[in-house]
């Protein structure tokens, strides 16, 4: 009689147990989560104050969605934005009703979030029964390759991540252990909440099949289907990171990364990369230098043959000698796999690796060295005194390293002169140093601004905002000192914002570019300019205010009245426009009035 094969079912099943008494608290746990929380954070106090940098401005200050009261709405139901990070985008908008434009508070939120990853760092580490858990973490919460993911407010979308991405991980080794139901539904809900917060957690099932492999040496048909609603969540949220970044953050523009062959070349010579910042993380810079692998060489495609050698060779004995640094790799190149090149970002029009892209992967690199030298203490005790020297330096080291690392982002200036230093070839860096220098208002930074945008157009001519910016630069050396305007000048400056608008149509362009004509005298397109501005931004009062003074120098006196009326509609408190409003009724008025 033949038998009936029984069909492989998803198991979650409750136990009823009686319930447990509370546990007392472990005061030695508590004292090495506050030590591991208190250093991760204390490293971080140069940044606490600092200043907004970089597309902070995007984030915050300049960001209308996390300022408006029906905000939180179109956050999460309007298209509006770059990438789709609702959650991280909600915490953003608490903390405007909290502090408003005050950077610190973003700063802090963002130092205390990554003190509470090391910690939670430690309790997955200690729930995988990792040797030197506690020392990894905090490894991990001074090391020096994380300051730009936690200096950097416009970064909380990995710190803020990778609270979800570790609770869900706790959250399902408790199911496994306890086989509560209620875990696994909580895993699943703090991975979703991980995504959306930033999609580079998308390898998170897989994470779950390793950390399976390292508990019970073996992955099963079971393993694999508890991950199936993890990996459809990961596919369902990429999807929707990938629509966004396409069509929103990059549009038209061109990323370089090449074809295939340059970004498989690229995915082979990133890993080594950021293993080597992982150990030794001396080199640091905000924009590295391009790669230039398009079209690759031979030779760059050997870093990707060494890591497939090395991980076939732990593949191979990962039941033995290799099983912890088997599954530390694993973790490693998987977590770094949406940031290897494949997919096309917005940020790789600047560079291929950066800093925050390794603040995931580089747990498992810091649990591998914490372990192992953990392990080899315990067993080799006359070496243990020379362990934990070693370790004990390595821990001063990093520290020092990030205080100082830290301090960079202070301001706009310090960040990108430091960066200028190391990589002078970055257009961003020029670029932004420049709008830095520009923002000073007095005549020798800009004169020293307007280098910087005439280096960063020499380095990015596709990009619109270096040729913005440089017209900018153009613009203010035509006005001369006795207040007279050099039209040579004005003429370069409108050439720029032109070059600007033909590569990348943008309202505040269209502004710039309506100013410098109105400067000359060439008030009907400059109305042009600015009507075309509205039309893409109808909710800038700056520009109606603009557009109603230059119909006052056409005779479009009712235009002009209807513009300025269209701005204190935007902005009721608006000085200018109401005090031009008035000007204008009174003309019009006089105009009415019969002569005698």
């Known amino acids: 009689m033949a038998q009936k094969k029984s069909k492989q079912k998803l198991k979650i099943s409750q136990r009823s147990e009686p319930a447990a008494p509370a546990p007392a608290v472990n005061t030695n746990a508590l004292l090495i989560a506050l030590a591991i929380f208190f250093s991760s954070v204390v490293i971080y106090i140069p940044a606490m104050t600092a200043a907004y940098i970089w597309d902070d401005d995007q984030e915050i200050t300049a960001n209308r969605l996390i300022q408006a009261p029906d905000g939180l709405f179109k956050i999460w139901f309007q298209n509006t934005t770059a990438d789709y990070f609702p959650l991280k985008s909600t915490l953003q908008w608490i903390e405007w009703q909290l502090w408003g434009i005050n950077s610190s508070g973003y700063h802090i939120v963002n130092i205390l979030i990554h003190g509470f990853d090391a910690v939670l760092i430690w309790l997955v580490l200690q729930k995988l029964r990792v040797p030197g858990a506690a020392l990894a973490a905090l490894l991990f919460g001074i090391h020096p390759v994380n300051v730009e993911s936690v200096a950097w407010i416009s970064e909380l979308k990995n710190t803020f991540s990778l609270v979800f991405f ?5 959250a399902y080794l408790n199911f496994e252990q306890q086989q509560k139901k209620r875990c696994y539904i909580e895993s699943i809900i703090l ?52 629509k966004f970044q396409n069509e929103r953050a990059i549009g038209t523009e061109v990323i370089p990364i090449g074809g295939f062959w340059s970004r498989l070349a690229g995915a082979g010579m990133l890993p080594w990369f950021y293993l080597f910042n992982a150990l030794l993380p001396f080199w640091l810079i905000v924009i590295y230098p391009k790669w230039h692998i398009d079209p690759p060489q031979a030779w760059q495609f050997l870093p990707g043959i060494a890591l497939v050698i090395a991980m076939f060779i732990l593949w191979r004995y990962r039941h ?117 220098l520009f923002m000073k208002g007095d005549m020798a930074s800009k004169a020293a601004a307007f280098k910087h945008f005439a280096r960063a157009v020499e380095l990015k001519p596709e990009n619109p905002e270096v040729h913005n910016n440089l017209g900018l630069g153009y613009a203010t050396f035509a006005q001369r000192p006795d207040h007279t305007l050099d039209p040579e000048m004005m003429k370069r400056a409108i050439e720029e914002y032109r070059r600007a608008i033909q590569i990348k149509d943008d309202p505040s362009m269209r502004t710039n570019l309506a100013n410098a004509l109105g400067s000359i005298g060439k008030f009907d397109e400059a109305v042009e300019q ?33 513009e300025f009326e269209a701005a204190l509609k935007i902005a009721p408190n608006m000085v200018q426009a109401q005090q031009n409003l008035e000007a204008v009724l009174q003309r019009k008025q006089q105009m009415m009035q019969p002569r005698k």
């Open 166 to 170: 570790l609770l869900a991980l706790l």
């Open 191 to 242: 991975f979703v909440a991980s995504l959306l917060c930033k999609t580079s957690v998308v390898p998170f099932p897989f994470v779950l099949l390793i950390c399976a492999f390292w508990q019970r040496g073996k992955i099963t048909k079971q393993d694999v289907l508890r991950t199936i609603p993890f990996f459809l969540a990961a596919v369902a949220l990429g999807y929707v990171t990938l």
């Open 320 to 436: 033995s000698w290799a099983k912890a640094t088997f599954c530390a790799m694993a973790y490693y190149i998987i977590t770094l796999g949406p940031v290897l090149g494949f997919f096309k970002m917005s940020y790789m029009r600047l560079t291929l690796p950066a800093d925050h892209f390794e603040y995931l992967s580089v747990i498992s690199i810091i649990a591998l060295l914490a372990g192992g030298g953990t392990w080899l203490a315990d067993r080799r005790r006359n070496l243990r005194p020379l362990l934990t020297g070693f370790a004990v330096v390595v821990v001063a080291v990093f520290a020092g390293v990030s205080l100082a690392h830290a301090s960079i982002f202070k301001d706009e200036e310090t960040l990108w002169r430091t960066t200028l230093e190391k990589n002078p070839d970055t257009w961003q860096g020029h670029n932004h140093l420049g709008a830095a």
């Open 530 to 562: 600015y009507r075309a501005s509205i039309a893409m931004d109808p909710n800038n009062p700056n520009t109606h205010c603009n557009l109603g003074y230059t119909l006052i120098q056409i005779g479009d006196l009712d235009g002009a009245a209807a």
